[in-house]
């Protein structure tokens, strides 16, 4: 039996499944693949996508980079048995497929080797290819993972050969899950190992500091767009202001619009919205669709590089903010928080965003947060202005009352 989620998000990885791509987006796949007595047996969720190279008629070259793999099928993906070990097996877009096999040894198990296949026939995504056939690219990895940990990397991990580049990112997987329950304990890449024992350059003149000093400054608002064929897709403008708590030391980060890199993907379910710059590896703002007429952020991802050289990461793809009708824009200009974490919130300033039905470019009608809606002001003051009217009204009948008998003595 094969449980799968697709899902537009960013966060770990695997040696054969590994990197940051601030340039490439795409679709993270997840397989939850259970046993006949519904346990599960294999556990993996990671991105991709491939660069392949082509010869034409004309006797030239050109470039295809897939990366959407909404359409993705698990058939033949399996949990291994005493002959044959576990499988990942992935079919998407038009004659595209995807295998990774695993095996096990002793204490340990091992990402053994890839398969990724490709059809020329298909006119649409070659449709000048010289050579028309199915070519299948076989790399074999063999890294070894302890039995009962599940592999984690953030960093990239790139595959060449035969003229196709495969990119591996955001990945967690476990092949052999013990008991049904997927492991807590993570066992990292080497990638990520060296990431978070970098050490920042600090002039010998001064003492590396301990803690980042606060931001109080409002954080300047930045204006970013995904684009697709269509044109663009996703509109957002905001300030963004990144509070973290590690080791109980709390760090605030302003981002810099100026300095920072935007990429994304629209889908008809869900967007993607993703930054990166020189200390953010990413930033994501996952949005989807509910109930066929309202859209809302799902999930939000972040990477990043801390003044101490360590790599904070974190993803929550269980929210519920900026809740709006689709063909409008969510608008809230007040300060908001969205709360990722209890070591991770945003605050964010002068939000606009419309991850859907994007017309020539421009923001639709805004629906604004409770915090920006005023007009409840109105009748609060007036109330307020009328309950101190009468209560002055009344003070002054009684203290009048008082004095019209103080006229009559008893003789």
């Known amino acids: 039996m094969v449980c799968f989620r697709l899902s537009p998000a960013p966060g770990s990885g695997l040696f054969l499944l590994c990197l940051v791509l601030g340039a490439v987006s795409s679709y993270a796949l997840e397989l939850n693949l259970t046993n006949s007595e519904k346990a ?103 890294f070894p993972i302890p039995l009962n940990d599940i592999f984690r990397c953030n960093s990239l991990s790139t595959i060449e050969q035969n003229n196709v580049v495969q990119h591996y990112w955001d990945v967690h997987v476990q092949a052999f899950v013990q008991n049904g329950t997927v492991s807590t304990k993570e066992f990292l890449c080497d990638k990520d190992k060296t990431a978070t024992t970098v050490v920042p350059v600090i002039p010998t003149t001064a003492p590396a500091p301990t803690t980042t000093p606060t931001p109080k400054e409002k954080p300047e608002v930045g204006s970013y767009a995904v684009k697709n064929s269509n044109g663009t897709c996703l509109l957002a403008t905001m300030g963004l202001q990144l509070n973290i708590t590690q080791d109980k030391v709390a760090s605030v980060f302003n981002i810099n619009p100026n300095t920072t890199d935007v990429t994304g993907s629209c889908h008809p379910q869900t967007a993607l919205l993703r930054l990166n710059g020189s200390n953010i590896k990413y930033l994501d ?82 629906q604004e947060c409770s915090l920006d809606d005023d007009t409840i002001l109105i009748p609060i003051i007036v109330g307020a202005g009328l309950s101190g009217l009468i209560i002055v009204i009344v003070i002054a009948y009684l203290i009048g009352r008082r004095k019209s008998y103080a006229g009559y003595q008893t003789l």
């Open 285 to 366: 703002f996952v949005f989807a669709v509910k109930n066929e007429n309202r859209f809302y952020l799902k999930e939000v991802s972040v990477s990043m590089y801390l003044v101490n050289g360590s790599v904070f990461s974190i993803t929550n793809n269980n929210l519920s903010y900026w809740d709006a009708p689709l063909g409008s824009s969510y608008m809230c200009n007040k300060e908001q928080t969205v709360s990722v974490s209890g070591t991770f919130q945003i605050n964010t300033f002068d939000l606009r965003v419309q991850p859907f039905s994007v017309m020539e470019g421009k923001y639709s009608t805004a």
């Open 40 to 142: 599960t047996c294999l556990y993996a969720k990671w991105q991709m996508n491939f660069t392949i190279r082509y010869e034409t008629t004309n006797k030239t070259f050109k470039t295809v980079t897939i990366s959407d793999h909404g359409t993705a099928t698990y058939n033949g993906s399996f949990c291994g048995d005493d002959h044959n070990g576990p499988k990942i097996a992935v079919q998407f877009g038009s004659g595209f497929s995807w295998t990774v096999n695993f095996t096990k040894e002793l204490s340990a198990y091992s990402i053994d080797s890839i398969f990724f296949s490709y059809n020329t026939n298909d006119s649409t995504t070659f449709p000048d290819a010289k050579e028309k056939e199915v070519f299948t690219i076989y790399d074999r990895v063999t």
